[in-house]
């Protein structure tokens, strides 16, 4: 089975950067599409976007796009998320998650990882 482990998780000032990183336990990692996900206790989850199992096409939600990146390294087994301008609103559990539909729907995606917490605070 699947498994996958992020890093990169941390406090950081708001403004600031990070780069989490999603690694798989296997080399089929190329063979899924990769989304990212983030949840604050008692809300609801919240897709941030995916990558194509190529790394070819990416979507993101609306609000995030454009401060939120998604790359993969399939050669790595890893997938990337890059957040930029963090605000204090971005503080959250961070998992990644792999699927075989480009859907940013958190139901189609079949393994997941535990997560990371990232806490945006001066």
């Known amino acids: 089975q699947l498994q996958l482990v992020e890093s990169g998780g941390g406090l950081v000032q708001p403004g600031g950067s990070l780069r989490l990183s999603c690694v798989a336990s296997?080399?089929?990692?190329?063979?899924?599409?990769i989304g990212w996900f983030r949840q604050v206790p008692g809300k609801d989850r919240e897709s941030i976007g995916y990558?194509?199992?190529?790394?070819?096409?990416?979507t993101y939600v609306h609000s995030l796009k454009g401060r939120f990146a998604i790359s993969r390294d399939n050669a790595k087994n890893t997938v990337y998320l890059q957040m930029n301008s963090l605000k204090p609103e971005d503080t959250a559990v961070y998992s990644c998650?792999?699927?075989?539909?480009?859907?940013?729907?958190?139901?189609?995606?079949?393994?997941w990882g535990q997560g990371t917490q990232v806490t945006v605070s001066s």
């Open positions: 296997e080399s089929t990692l190329d063979r899924y599409v």
């Open positions: 998650a792999a699927g075989n539909y480009p859907l940013v729907s958190d139901w189609a995606y079949e393994y």
């Open positions: 990558i194509s199992s190529s790394g070819d096409d990416t």
